[in-house]
């Protein structure tokens, strides 16, 4: 009893240092990891640290997909030492921002996908961000898929998801990922150009109408957007028909990819319509702008024409002549008046038929 007092006064004066809990086994760029065969994920919804993921994958017919969202180069190392994957793979995992593409290094395919996402605004205005953007790197290997995401856009919770639910498709191993990756990111393209046609229709209607702004800068803001959108998805075309070559990619899923190859076409072919459609609303835009200058300097040319006339009379009778017709007359004032209004009412009517006022 006496003990434990003392142990309790000295616990008072001096409180024992907090206990840190125990790390696990994932840092913090992993956001999901697990183990799927057969179809299903094994070991429930836990999250299972990638060293454990990769020896219960060794089994023949499983595999490990391991998530990452902007990891360090420390974290990617200690990823490569476990799934051996090649320095190439580190360096290009941690840079993110490549161009899309595909190509096979040893055992490891390495696809590359832009992320897309529409940004809901009330009003185009000349900042306005339209379309974001990100990446989505997937190395896909004999028992493994990673897939390493820059930026806030596509992210792949939804992803693993709808892909648990098709035991059909999970049953083809990694392959499986990658098509379920690249079929929710052609998905998103679509998704995106139809928010963008509703942009470019009122952008078209504000341009024709009988009432419009002198302002255009928000249109070549949708064509820098439109760029960058463009950038995402035609690259990919190519990419994607390279996969279908791969003597890796199972023949059950073929069929998938091809689906989505499809859709990308699709895709492509809307997104290049919106870049020449923006180009012709901004040509057309400029060439308001034009005739609006031209019709300008036409009036004020006109107005400046029946300026001239009160000038032309007043500058005459104003100069300083002893003998001038006229100077010396009751009615010279009122008959130089009479003239100005007269010639200079001949002059408005003349450029109004004419159609300059």
């Known amino acids: 009893m006496r003990g434990a007092l003392g142990r309790l006064l000295e616990n008072i004066v001096r409180p024992p240092k907090p206990v840190t809990p125990a790390r696990s086994g994932n840092p913090d760029a992993v956001v999901d990891c697990a183990v799927y065969a057969g179809g299903s994920r094994r070991f429930g919804s836990r999250q299972i640290p990638y060293a454990e993921a990769a020896r219960l994958a060794s089994r023949r017919g499983a595999f490990v997909w391991l998530g990452l969202h902007e990891p360090s180069l420390s974290t990617m190392n200690a990823v490569a030492q476990v799934f051996g994957l ?3 793979h580190v360096e290009q995992a941690v840079s993110g921002g490549h161009r899309p593409g595909v190509e096979v290094l040893g055992e490891v395919t390495r696809l590359v996908l832009r992320t897309a996402r529409y940004v809901e605004h009330d009003r185009l205005t000349a900042d306005s961000e339209v379309v974001e953007t990100g990446d989505v790197t997937v190395l896909v290997g004999p028992s493994f898929v990673i897939t390493v995401r820059h930026g ?6 939804e992803v693993r998801q709808e892909l648990e639910s098709r035991a059909e498709v999970l049953r083809q191993g990694p392959w499986s990922v990658a098509y379920a990756v690249g079929n929710r990111m052609v998905d998103s393209y679509l998704d995106v150009a139809e928010h963008v ?3 470019l229709d009122r952008i078209e209607e504000e341009t024709f109408a009988t ?3 002198s302002e255009f800068a928000h249109i070549y803001q949708l064509k820098r957007e439109m760029v960058e959108f463009k950038r995402a998805v035609l690259p990919l075309a190519e990419p994607m028909s390279r996969l279908l070559e791969l003597s890796g990619v ?17 895709a492509a072919d809307r997104v290049a319509g919106f870049d020449e459609l923006v180009t012709s609303i901004l040509q057309a835009r400029l060439a308001q702008v034009s005739v609006d200058q031209n019709h300008d300097m ?3 040319a006109s107005w400046a024409a029946i ?3 009160p000038t032309v ?3 005459i009778f104003g100069m300083n002549f002893t003998i001038m017709p006229g100077l010396g007359s009751r009615f010279g004032f009122a008959g130089a008046i009479i003239a100005m209004i007269v010639i200079g009412g001949g002059v408005h009517r003349s450029l109004k038929k004419s159609g300059w006022l």
């Open 211 to 213: 009432e419009r702004s």
């Open 250 to 266: 199972p023949e059950e899923l073929r069929p998938y990819l091809v689906d989505v190859r499809g859709k990308l076409a699709r």
């Open 307 to 309: 300026a001239a006339v």
């Open 197 to 199: 046609e509703h942009d």
């Open 313 to 315: 009379i007043a500058g």
């Open 86 to 88: 090649h320095e190439l």
């Open 152 to 157: 806030p856009v596509g992210p792949l919770r």
């Open 298 to 300: 036409r009036k004020i």
